[in-house]
T-cell receptor, first 119, second 113 residues
Framework: GAVVSQHPSRVICKSGTSVKIECRSLDFQATTMFWYRQFPKQSLMLMATSNEGSKATYEQGVEKDKFLINHASLTLSTLTVTSAHPEDSSFYIC???????????????FGEGSRLTVL | GDSVTQMEGPVTLSEEAFLTINCTYTATGYPSLFWYVQYPGEGLQLLLKATKADDKGSNKGFEATYRKETTSFHLEKGSVQVSDSAVYFCALSPPGGTYKYIFGTGTRLKVLA
């Protein structure tokens, strides 16, 4: 199946610094990628939809100035957590689909996830 | 709005036991249904899927049948192994393919040798 890769898999940073997480589709082009946040022992919460060449669409309650998303190419989306604080510590997961445009049977491929710890 | 409800875990079974993880959904129209598995420290992997009523998805001994009449997509496996220990997520994709999946809360499975 299609491969989505995230980097870094783990990152520890000091409070107040910014952290960038990359999400790459390795063997397909993705006009749309998704960013999720997962709290311990909980489900995935969709944070935003990353659109290549345009602004990301954020879900209600997600601070767009806090979580900057850039989708610079058809194979790369980045999530930057700005001025990180301990409450931002979480597992961040991205996903993408090889399909372009709406499909009736969408299948998403997920990255390995990135664990952020803010001290 | 659309939603997915999973049975709460954790579920602890002995090796070779029968597994059922219940999943029901609420949606307009005919969504696609998925089961994803997450191993510790990893992202999600697609386990199986079904795209229309009465479809049966199957993979690695796991099965789930899309039941429109009961709005369910229960996951089953006849004989679990220790390596099946993971968190299982039921999810739906609304009709029209927006990719805005809706996930259940996940069910943690622990299989003991």
């Amino acid at each position: 199946g299609a491969v989505v890769s995230q980097h870094p898999s783990r990152v520890i940073c000091k409070s107040g610094t910014s952290v960038k997480i990359e999400c790459r589709s390795l063997d397909f082009q993705a006009t749309t990628m998704f960013w999720y946040r997962q709290f311990p022992k909980q489900s995935l919460m969709l944070m935003a939809t990353s659109n290549e060449g345009s602004k990301a669409t954020y879900e209600q309650g997600v601070e767009k100035d806090k979580f900057l998303i850039n989708h610079a190419s058809l194979t790369l989306s980045t999530l930057t957590v700005t001025s990180a604080h301990p409450e931002d510590s979480s597992f961040y997961i991205c996903s993408a689909s090889p399909g372009g445009g709406p499909l009736t049977t969408g299948e998403l491929f997920f990255g390995e996830g990135s664990r952020l710890t803010v001290l | 709005g659309d939603s997915v409800t999973q049975m709460e875990g954790p579920v602890t079974l002995s090796e070779e036991a029968f597994l059922t993880i219940n999943c029901t959904y609420t949606a307009t129209g005919y969504p696609s249904l998925f089961w994803y598995v997450q191993y510790p420290g990893e992202g999600l992997q697609l386990l199986l899927k079904a795209t229309k009523a009465d479809d049966k998805g199957s993979n690695k001994g796991f099965e789930a049948t899309y039941r429109k009449e009961t709005t369910s997509f229960h996951l089953e496996k006849g004989s679990v192994q220790v390596s099946d220990s993971a968190v299982y997520f039921c999810a739906l994709s609304p009709p029209g393919g927006t990719y805005k999946y809706i996930f259940g809360t996940g069910t943690r499975l622990k299989v003991l040798a």
